[in-house]
T-cell receptor, first 116, second 112 residues
Framework: GAGVSQSPRYKVAKRGQDVALRCDPI?????LFWYQQALGQGPEFLTY????????KSGLPSDRFFAERPEGSVSTLKIQRTQQEDSAVYLC??????????????FGSGTRLTVV | GENVEQHPSTLSVQEGDSAVIKCTYS??????FPWYKQELGKRPQLIID?????GEKKDQRIAVTLNKTAKHFSLHITETQPEDSAVYFC???????????FGTGTKLQVIP
């Protein structure tokens, strides 16, 4: 596609509910990142995929967070048993480069998650 | 891991004046420094980037400078316009796969 697409755009979840956030990156982009952006803060790294391989998940805040990219394109970020502190905008970004090459990210519009 | 600090957190300038945003980074291995602009409720967008083998880069009204020795880099916007009003994030990348660490952001307000 022409850009990075994320869905849903907004999600309200009751505390304890599971949620799944979808990211459809730019076609052909090898790298895919998930970031969490709290209100008034910069994006914080969650996890990185190169094609279908999850090479870095050091930023996932707890074992309630899980991400996958099974076919090297669409990715899903799942949050189990949501807590209020999970409320944030979840940004997906894709990039043309892979290992040892730096290109700027193209971000999606994000999913704003509100846990009530 | 990498730590990126950004100053100031807010900046107000008169239209036509220049704006400067400064960042420092901690990891001497960082070699890629992008800048993103985020308008209210919208996605961050890459506006300019610089690599560690270059000291300065300019694109129309926007310029970035990098001092590797001091681990400082800065964004300069000249002849500011109201549409420049947004939050600007600096970032640094030291990983082999482009993982970037973002600063905390600078809210720029250009007063007409």
């Amino acid at each position: 596609g022409a850009g990075v697409s994320q869905s849903p755009r907004y999600k309200v979840a009751k505390r304890g509910q599971d949620v799944a956030l979808r990211c459809d990156p730019i076609s052909g982009h090898v790298s895919l990142f998930w970031y969490q952006q709290a209100l008034g803060q910069g994006p914080e790294f969650l996890t990185y995929f190169q094609n279908e391989a999850q090479l870095d998940k050091s930023g996932l805040p707890s074992d309630r967070f899980f991400a996958e990219r099974p076919e090297g394109s669409v990715s899903t970020l799942k949050i189990q048993r949501t807590q209020q502190e999970d409320s944030a905008v979840y940004l997906c970004a894709s990039s043309l480069g892979g290992l040892m090459t730096n290109y700027g990210y193209t971000f999606g519009s994000g999913t704003r998650l509100t846990v009530v | 891991g990498e730590n990126v600090e950004q100053h100031p957190s807010t900046l107000s300038v008169q239209e036509g004046d220049s704006a400067v945003i400064k960042c420092t980074y901690s990891d001497s291995a960082s070699n890629y420094f992008p800048w993103y602009k985020q308008e209210l409720g919208k996605r961050p967008q890459l506006i300019i980037d610089i690599r560690s083998n270059v000291g300065e880069k300019k694109d129309q009204r926007i310029a970035v400078t990098l001092n590797k020795t001091a681990k400082h880099f800065s964004l300069h916007i000249t002849e500011t316009q109201p549409e420049d009003s947004a939050v600007y994030f600096c970032a640094a990348s030291s990983g082999g796969y482009q993982k970037v660490t973002f600063g905390t952001g600078t809210k720029l307000q250009v007063i007409p």
